[in-house]
């Protein structure tokens, strides 16, 4: 997926995908590589991290038990 940094409006920087320009998203500047400028055009990749989702599942699970058990 690609986007153009459109503006930055203080510390965040406003993107507009190719795909779909009525898409925008904001993203604090921090996260973006240094030196990036208003015009400029990033990769954005995202991916599933199926190993934390399952952690985080568990976790939840636990809690749940319990909580049931508590009573």
């Known amino acids: 997926m690609k986007a153009t940094?459109?503006?930055?409006?203080?510390?965040?920087a406003v993107l507009v995908l190719q795909e779909d320009e009525a898409v925008q998203i904001n993203l604090p500047l921090s996260l973006l590589p240094t030196g990036c400028r208003e015009g400029d055009i990033l990769k954005i990749g995202i991916k599933r991290d199926m190993t934390e989702t399952k952690e985080a599942q568990e976790r939840v699970s636990r809690r749940i038990d319990r909580l049931k058990n508590k009573g």
């Open 5 to 12: 940094i459109d503006r930055i409006e203080g510390t965040v």
